[in-house]
C-alpha cells in the first residue's frame, strides 16, 4: 500500500516536472499574442505582434553580433526575420526586459528593465487607442471605435526599407539606411523624392549632398528605373506625381520590397516562397560614373568594385589614395582622401598619375609646353593640379571624380601638387620637377602676359559710361574682398565658363524664374554639387547694389538657418551669384496651397518658427556684422532636404550700428504686408523692423493664411486685422490651421499667436527682441504681455503689393520683388 502512494507520488512529480520544462520553453520561445494591443495592455520581449493575414510580425530582435535589444517588423514567412521597420533605432535596449506599452499620455512606449523609456509613436492625447500591426506591414495607432481614424503609422516614419503602399512625399518621408549590419541607427546616406522641371526623380543623398538620381517619372509606371523593363516578368509598378510616390509588386501577392544599403545602394527584392530566399532583382549600380563616388582626391577604378557586401571599417576596394594622401575617415568611402602633409605652396613639388580620366572642373590657358603650365601652377598657391594633355589645364582646391581604368577619352597624365617631404627621391627620368628659381624667364613672361592682358582689357572699358564705372568698381571691391579673406574659406570667385558648363550654356531647361535682379539657373557642379545662380540682366536697375550688398555680408554671415552663398562670378559684364541649392523651395510653396499645406505638420512648422527666429538673432546679435534684413518673408525662406528653414535674399539687408537703436533711408524697398509701419511711412529701420515681418510670418505659418491679397476675414482687411479682431473676442483658437486641429498642442499654438501679436505692434518700442521672442515661444511658464494694437489696421494690404506674379519660388532661391521705391 505504502509503495503504491510512494509511487503515485513520484510519478506526480515527473509530470510536474516535465510540464514545468514545457513551460518555461513556451515563455522563452516568441510568442504571438494578437494582432494589436490596447491602451491598458502591453509586449513584453518574447512576445510578437501579427497581422490578422500573418503576414507581418512586430517583435523584439537583436541585429547580426549586437548585444542591444530593438522592436522592429518583418515578414513572417522570411525565416531570416530581415527587419524592414524599426521602432527604436536611435534607443537601443541594453537587457532582454524590454516592454512595448502606452503610457498617461496615449504615447506608445518602449521601456527597459532599469525603467528607462521612450516614445516610439504618438497618440496626441487620444483616449480611445490600439496599436496594431496590418498586413500591409503599417504598424499604426488608430482609433478602436473608427479604424480608419489612423493617428500614427509606422509608414510616416520609415526606416531602410521603402514597402509597397506606402508613400514617399516630396520634403520627408526619406529612408536612412543602418549603419551596418549590426547596427540599424541612421547613416550618412538618405533616399527621397525630388522634383526637376516638375517631373519626380528618385533621389539618394550623401550628407544632403545629390548622390544618385533616377530617370525622370513621366507617367510610364517604369519609367523611374526603365531598366526593370528588361527583367522577364515586371517586379513591380510606380505611381507617382509631384508630392508623392508609391509602387505596387507584381504579382500582388509576391512580397517585395525596395532597401537603401549602407553603402547607400538601392536595391529591389522579392521574395521566393520555394527557395524561402530574397532575391535581388535590381540594385542602383556603384560605378565611378556616381559622382563623387569616392570623395575629395579620392581615385575610383571601376574595374575594383566590390561585390555589394558590406565592408566594415574598410576603405571600398574601388577607391583608393594618391600618394601623400590618407582616407579621411575608413568607414565612410565619400568622405574622400586628406593631405598627410599640408602643402607649402613654394617648394611643393608634383607627382605624376598616367591613365587618369582628368576633372572637368578644369582652367585651360594659353600657356604651351610642359615647364610653362607647371610654371603657371606653381606660381600659383590655390593651383593643386595640372595637365598638358591638349594644351594646359589648370585644377584649384580639392580634386573630386578621379578615375582611373576609364577607356574614354579625356585620359592623361595629371600631375598633383604634393608638399615635397612626401616624395623619397627626385626620379632622373620621367617628369621633371622644377623650382621657382629655374623658371623664372617662363615666370616673367607669363607675368608680362598677365599685365598686358589686363592693360587692353582696362584699355576697352574707356568710356563706357557711368554704369559700367560702377560696375568695374564693384568688381574691384568684391576682388579685394576674397583676395582679404574676410568672406571665409567657403567663398569662391567661379569662372564663367564653369557657371556655364553648370547650367547647361544658361538653358531654358535650367531656367528655374526670373525677378529683378535677373534670371536664376539650377546648375550642377562637376562633383555633382547642386547650385542656384542668379544672373544679373544687363538691363537691371537694382542689380548692382544688391550684387554688392549680398557679397559684402552674406559671405560674412555663416549660420545654418542662412542660406549659404558660395561665391561669384564677375567676367566682363557678367555678373553672378551662386548659392547652395533648397531641393524643397520655399515656405509660401507649401504653405499657401491647401494640399501641400497639408504636408507641413506641427513638428515641421515648429522647426521653422524657431530656426528663422534663431537665424534672425544671429544676424541682429551674433554674426560678425549686425545686420537688419529687411524684407523677410514666406518666399524668402528656404527649405533644405530636411525641411530645415534657410533666410535668403539680402539685397536688401543693411548694416546697423550695434550702439544705435535705429536708422533712416529715403530708399524703401521691401514687401507690403511684412514692413514694419515706421519703416514703409517714413522710412525708419531697426531690428525691430524684422520683428514685425517676423510677427506676420509667424501668424502665417500658424494658421495657412496670407496677411496681404486675401479677403473676407470677418470684418477686416488683412489676417493682422482679422487676428486682433478674434484676439478681442477671446476666439484666437479659429486662427490655427485647419490641417493641423487634432494634430498639434493648441495651447502652444495659441502661445505662438499670442507672440505674433506683440511682434505686430504698432510701435516699434513695444515690440520685444528677437531673443525675447524665441524665450516666450519656447518657455510656457513664461508670462507674456497683453499685446497692443497692430500697425496698418486701417489700411488695405493689396496682393498686389506682394509677389503676386511668383506665388512660391521655383527656384529654390526667392527674388525680390520690390515696392514703393
Not at 509602387?247 to 500582388?252: H, K, W
Not at 560702377?470 to 568688381?475: A, K
Not at 582679404?484 to 574659406?489: A, L
Not at 536697375?541 to 552663398?565: D, P, Y
Amino acid at each position: 500500500m505504502f509503495g503504491k502512494i510512494s509511487c503515485w507520488r513520484n510519478c506526480r512529480l515527473v509530470n510536474l516536472l516535465i510540464l514545468s520544462v514545457l513551460a518555461t520553453r513556451c515563455l522563452s520561445a516568441p510568442v504571438a499574442i494578437r494582432e494589436r494591443i490596447f491602451q491598458n495592455q502591453s509586449i513584453s520581449d518574447g512576445q510578437t505582434l501579427v497581422s490578422t493575414s500573418k503576414k507581418f510580425v512586430l517583435g523584439f530582435f537583436t541585429p547580426g553580433a549586437s548585444r542591444h535589444r530593438y522592436v522592429g517588423v518583418w515578414h513572417k514567412d522570411d525565416p531570416e526575420r530581415t527587419v524592414v521597420w524599426v521602432a527604436n533605432r536611435s534607443n537601443p535596449l541594453q537587457d532582454n526586459l524590454g516592454i512595448l506599452k502606452f503610457d498617461n499620455s496615449s504615447n506608445l512606449i518602449v521601456s527597459d528593465g532599469k525603467g528607462n523609456s521612450f516614445a516610439v509613436a504618438y497618440g496626441v492625447g487620444v483616449q480611445d487607442l490600439e496599436a496594431a500591426i496590418l498586413d500591409n506591414g503599417n504598424f499604426v495607432l488608430r482609433s478602436i471605435a473608427n479604424q480608419t481614424n489612423i493617428i500614427w503609422k509606422s509608414f510616416d516614419s520609415p526606416t531602410d526599407t521603402w514597402l509597397p503602399g506606402m508613400n514617399i512625399t516630396l520634403g520627408s518621408k526619406l529612408l536612412t539606411p543602418w549603419k551596418s549590419s549590426d547596427d540599424p541607427a541612421g547613416g550618412d546616406y538618405s533616399f527621397g523624392l525630388g522634383v526637376t522641371n516638375n517631373a519626380s526623380q528618385l533621389i539618394i543623398w550623401w550628407n544632403g549632398i545629390s548622390f544618385w538620381t533616377s530617370e525622370r517619372w513621366n507617367g510610364d509606371v517604369n519609367s523611374l528605373i526603365p531598366e526593370l523593363k528588361s527583367i522577364d516578368t515586371i517586379p513591380l509598378y510606380f505611381d507617382c506625381d509631384n508630392l508623392t510616390c508609391t509602387y505596387s509588386p507584381n504579382p500582388a501577392t509576391r512580397l517585395t520590397k525596395i532597401v537603401l544599403d549602407p553603402n547607400g545602394s538601392l536595391n529591389i527584392t522579392q521574395f521566393d516562397p520555394d527557395t524561402q530566399l530574397w532575391t535581388l532583382l535590381w540594385r542602383q549600380p556603384a560605378s565611378c560614373e556616381v559622382s563623387n563616388l569616392c570623395g575629395v582626391f579620392g581615385i575610383c577604378n571601376n574595374n575594383m568594385l566590390p561585390s555589394y557586401q558590406y565592408q566594415k571599417n574598410l576603405l571600398p576596394s574601388y577607391c583608393r589614395c594618391p600618394k601623400g594622401f590618407a582616407p579621411q575617415d575608413t568607414r565612410y568611402t565619400r568622405k574622400g582622401c586628406t593631405r598627410q602633409t599640408p602643402l607649402q605652396c613654394y617648394g611643393d613639388r608634383f607627382i605624376d598619375m598616367p591613365g587618369m580620366r582628368l576633372p572637368d572642373n578644369r582652367e585651360k590657358l594659353s600657356v604651351m609646353g610642359d615647364n610653362e603650365c607647371q610654371s603657371a601652377c606653381m606660381i600659383d598657391c590655390n593651383c593643386t593640379a595640372y595637365s598638358v594633355l591638349d594644351g594646359c589645364s589648370l585644377w584649384h582646391g580639392d580634386l573630386t571624380n578621379l578615375q582611373e581604368g576609364y577607356n574614354g577619352s579625356g585620359v592623361g597624365t595629371l600631375y598633383l601638387r604634393v608638399a615635397a617631404s612626401e616624395l623619397e627621391s627626385i626620379r632622373s627620368s620621367g617628369h621633371k620637377i622644377l623650382w621657382i628659381a629655374g623658371v623664372l624667364p617662363s615666370v616673367a613672361f607669363l607675368i608680362f602676359c598677365i599685365i598686358l592682358f589686363i592693360w587692353i582689357r582696362r584699355s576697352k572699358n574707356k568710356g563706357k559710361g557711368k554704369q559700367d564705372g560702377h560696375h568695374s568698381l564693384m568688381t574691384t571691391d568684391t576682388i579685394k574682398l576674397w583676395e582679404s579673406e574676410e568672406t571665409g574659406s567657403q567663398f569662391m570667385i567661379f569662372s564663367f565658363s564653369k557657371i556655364t558648363d553648370a547650367t547647361d550654356n544658361f538653358s531654358t531647361e535650367s531656367k528655374l524664374g526670373e525677378g529683378g535682379f535677373g534670371p536664376v539657373y539650377k546648375g550642377n557642379l562637376p562633383d555633382g554639387q547642386e547650385i542656384a545662380v542668379k544672373r544679373l540682366a544687363a538691363n537691371s536697375g537694382q542689380g548692382l547694389l544688391e550684387f554688392k550688398n549680398e557679397i559684402l555680408l552674406i559671405a560674412k554671415l555663416q549660420h545654418s538657418n542662412l542660406v549659404g552663398l558660395l561665391g561669384c562670378c564677375i567676367e566682363g559684364e557678367e555678373m553672378l551669384l551662386v548659392y547652395e541649392y533648397m531641393p524643397n523651395k520655399s515656405l509660401d510653396f507649401f504653405l499657401f496651397e491647401k494640399s501641400r499645406r497639408a504636408l507641413l505638420d506641427w513638428e515641421m512648422r515648429v522647426n521653422i518658427i524657431e530656426g528663422v527666429a534663431q537665424g534672425l538673432i544671429y544676424l541682429h546679435k551674433h554674426s560678425r556684422l549686425r545686420v537688419i534684413h529687411r524684407d523677410l518673408k514666406a518666399s524668402n525662406i528656404l527649405l533644405d532636404t530636411d525641411m530645415n528653414p534657410k533666410i535668403s535674399d539680402f539685397g536688401m539687408a543693411k548694416i546697423f550700428d550695434p550702439k544705435g537703436t535705429q536708422a533712416n533711408t529715403k530708399r524703401v524697398v521691401g514687401t507690403y504686408g511684412y514692413m514694419a509701419p515706421e519703416y514703409a511711412m517714413a522710412g525708419i529701420f531697426s531690428v525691430k523692423s524684422d520683428v514685425f515681418s517676423y510677427g506676420v510670418l509667424l501668424l502665417e505659418i500658424i494658421s495657412g493664411m496670407k496677411n496681404a491679397g486675401s479677403q473676407g476675414r470677418g470684418n477686416s482687411l488683412s489676417l493682422l486685422g482679422y487676428a486682433w479682431e478674434l484676439w478681442k473676442e477671446g476666439r484666437c483658437h479659429e486662427l490655427i490651421d485647419k490641417s493641423l486641429h487634432g494634430r498639434c498642442p493648441e495651447n502652444v499654438a495659441l502661445r505662438c499667436i499670442h507672440v505674433s501679436l506683440l511682434c505686430v505692434q504698432e510701435q516699434a518700442a513695444d515690440r520685444p527682441s528677437m531673443t525675447e521672442v524665441l524665450s516666450m515661444i519656447t518657455n510656457e511658464n513664461a508670462t507674456l504681455p497683453d499685446p497692443k494694437q497692430p500697425g496698418f489696421l486701417s489700411l488695405l494690404v493689396s496682393s498686389q503689393t506682394e509677389i503676386t506674379e511668383e506665388t512660391w519660388s521655383l527656384n529654390g532661391l526667392s527674388i525680390t520683388k520690390l515696392e514703393g521705391r
